[in-house]
């Protein structure tokens, strides 16, 4: 089956750039934020939700690649590592998920399958991470396997988990430094391992999509360097402020617009 290619005008494709290299630059600067905001506005221009989690993992793979090697002095491997076991158990029982749906819906791969309340799910996802979850709650925990777990299993059907994971990170008494690193190792891990699945089940090829993806990835290196360098600069209040009122905004759209 030969995948439709990306098309998107000259306007889209800089905003793209323009969103991956300020979003990078909200990661680099807060550990998180920038990866479902950067989802939610590619869920606006890209039609496809299954390809909007596709996309948006490939590039965040070499966002949190570059964020975990500028601060590796800071990974705590035991963490990381911990991390690594859940997410490849999180994978399988995405794999029997998927192959659950392929055969309930009698189709030849995940990618025939409507789910278009994908986009709209990504936004209910960012109004709950906004508004409903305790982020101030702690989360005592021994082992970052069941986080892992979660995570493994989320990423391939919400996209962005970074929201979803990072109240165990901060439960850890890890400094700023340490909760950047760390949660961008174990992001790495989720969106390398949930590629295969895409290719496999989705049909997905990102070769086709190079000319969208190369650009984003450059923006997202050049982003993640820039807000290292103003991470002490810039008020942590004033961005979350800033990304919290965007995040609605898409959030709203996401949600009417299907």
Known sequence: MMMKVLSMDNNEIIL??????LTSSISAVLGMGGGIILLGIMALIIPEGYKVIALHGMVQLFSNTTRAYIFKKHIK???VTQFFIGALIGVLISVCIILILIS???VNNASQIKIEFLKPMIG???VWNLFLKNSKKEKNINTFIPVGLIAGVSSIFIGAV?????PFFLSK?????????????????THFTKIPLFIYFFN???STEFKTILPLIFAVYIGTNFGKKILTFIPELLFKKI????LLIIAMRLILIY
Do not use: R, V
């Open 16 to 21: 793209l750039i323009l969103s991956a290299f």
């Open 77 to 79: 491997k035991t963490l």
């Open 104 to 106: 309930y819906f009698d």
């Open 124 to 126: 209910i996802f960012i």
């Open 162 to 166: 970074g929201p979803l994971i990072a």
């Open 173 to 189: 008494n890890l400094n700023k430094e340490n909760i950047i690193a760390n949660k961008a190792a174990s992001q790495m891990i």
């Open 204 to 206: 997905m090829s990102y």
């Open 243 to 246: 990304f919290k009122i965007t």
